[in-house]
């Protein structure tokens, strides 16, 4: 009951999702999951329909995951809890159209992931700007305890932050290896599917897919359901958040 109340605002935000579209929908979103789940290329998508009798072209698939993975990140974003208050940050390196950007990402101590920000440079601007959306999107209790790498940035972020309220007065900053151990390992699973060869070819690409990755994540590390939290549970919510009925029995 209580999961249906939550699902009811996903659903109504769902109607005309797929308006347009030629192929049904519990088949886009299933393509869409697929790549965001395994380490699947667009044409392994491609040979994986055919085989089950539908012809679907690599390049459509392409355009579905532009299109779904940011609506799929938008519709588990409501289903995330408070987190504790304490919570580790740091960046990791994107390839985008042949350069390296950065990925700033957040989790709590128990491992659970607070937010992400896709940035072009490493600087003071862009922390600044990840810590405005990490703490002004709720839920988050006020974090009074940061983990960060050495760089210069932070100290000032924080206390910008601070002076903002959007943190309390005080806050304990911790410098260590030891503490970033969690988020370093956590860098790569949102990164395991993404492009080996070359990267993302465009910003806005990297953008959209990056969101659907961590959406997934989130759904994979649960959202303190009860029971066990089943990749079959894992769909059930995501067909829910699109209005379907499932998106697979797998």
């Not at 408070?82 to 990791?92: A, L």
């Not at 042949?98 to 937010?115: F, H, M, S, T």
């Not at 600087?123 to 983990?147: I, N, S, V, Y």
């Not at 769909?235 to 029995?249: A, H, T």
Request: with cysteine; hydrophobic share 40%.
């Amino acid at each position: 009951m209580i999961l249906i109340a939550i699902v009811e605002k996903p659903k109504r935000q769902s109607k005309g999702d797929f308006k347009g579209r030629h192929f049904e929908a519990w088949l886009i979103i299933q393509a869409v999951t697929w790549y965001l789940r395994y380490p699947l290329s667009y044409r392994d998508l491609e040979s994986m329909f055919l085989e089950r009798g539908f012809e679907v072209d690599h390049s459509t698939i392409n355009h579905w995951v532009l299109a779904y993975a940011p609506l799929i990140e938008k519709r588990l974003r409501l289903f995330r809890r408070p987190h504790c208050g304490s919570i580790r940050v740091d960046e990791t390196y994107v390839k985008i159209g042949g350069k390296w950007r950065y990925l700033y990402r957040a989790i709590d101590k128990r491992g659970v992931p607070i937010d992400f920000l896709l940035a072009a440079k490493r600087d003071a601007a862009a922390a600044k700007q990840f810590f405005r959306k990490m703490l002004e999107d709720q839920p988050l209790l006020a974090p009074d305890k940061f983990g960060t790498d050495g760089a210069s940035v932070y100290p000032a972020t924080i206390s910008d932050a601070v002076d903002a309220g959007l943190i309390p007065p005080n806050p304990l900053h911790r410098v260590s290896k030891h503490f970033q151990q969690g988020i370093e390992s956590d860098h790569f699973r949102v990164k395991e599917n993404m492009p080996k060869v070359g990267g993302f070819q465009s910003f806005r690409t990297a953008r959209k897919t990056i969101a659907g990755f961590e959406a997934m994540l989130w759904l994979k590390k649960g959202f303190d359901f009860a029971g066990e939290w089943t990749v079959r549970k894992q769909n059930k919510l995501l067909s829910c958040c699109f209005g379907l009925e499932m998106v697979s029995e797998g």
